[in-house]
């Protein structure tokens, strides 16, 4: 899947006051989500790690995802495509950067309302999916970044609840 097959993206960028090479040891360890992502119940491996890493997000809903991962640059960050098991993927883009701060952009490509017609789907899309996923992207960044100062895991909704991906 190309990026070029997706009309919009959602990113979000954290500065961070770690090296590189920290910032990837914890986002390229196995099983990293459970760590910082305040959505995630368990993220089990498949196969790790490198290009063909797999792995699983179950999320405090009951909702379960596969991360199949289709780029791996070891130190710089990857490319997964993330959806239900033989169901409609998303593209996902970790980056780490290094320009006098190091920092991590993620960009997610959903399929939801990002595939067809631009004019029919701009309005759904706007109104549904992308407020979701900038808050769900939000999250996931704050729980990073609390975890790389704290050094704790994240708690359940920590930064907020979010009905499609957790329960109160």
């Not at 009309?7 to 960028?13: F, G, P, R």
């Not at 769900?136 to 704050?142: F, K, N, P, R």
Request: glycine residues 4%; aromatic residues 16%; charged residues 20%.
């Amino acid at each position: 899947m190309n990026v070029k097959n997706f009309h919009w993206q959602i990113s979000e960028t954290l500065n961070v006051n770690i090296n590189n090479e920290e910032l990837w040891k914890i986002i390229s360890s196995p099983s990293n989500l459970e760590l910082f992502h305040p959505f995630c119940n368990k993220n089990p491996i498949i196969n790790w790690p490198g290009k063909t890493s797999i792995d699983e997000i179950y999320y405090y809903s009951g909702l379960i995802y596969q991360r199949k991962f289709i780029k791996w640059t070891e130190g710089v960050g990857y490319d997964l495509l993330i959806g239900e098991k033989d169901d409609h993927q998303s593209l996902v883009s970790w980056k780490i950067k290094n320009n006098k701060q190091t920092s991590l952009t993620i960009t997610i490509y959903p399929y939801k309302y990002n595939t067809g017609i631009k004019l029919i789907e701009f309005i759904p899309y706007t109104i549904l999916v992308k407020p979701l996923l900038k808050k769900y992207i939000e999250s996931v960044m704050l729980g990073l970044e609390y975890f790389i100062k704290n050094n704790k895991r994240v708690q359940k909704n920590q930064f907020g609840y979010l009905p499609f991906f957790s329960n109160k």
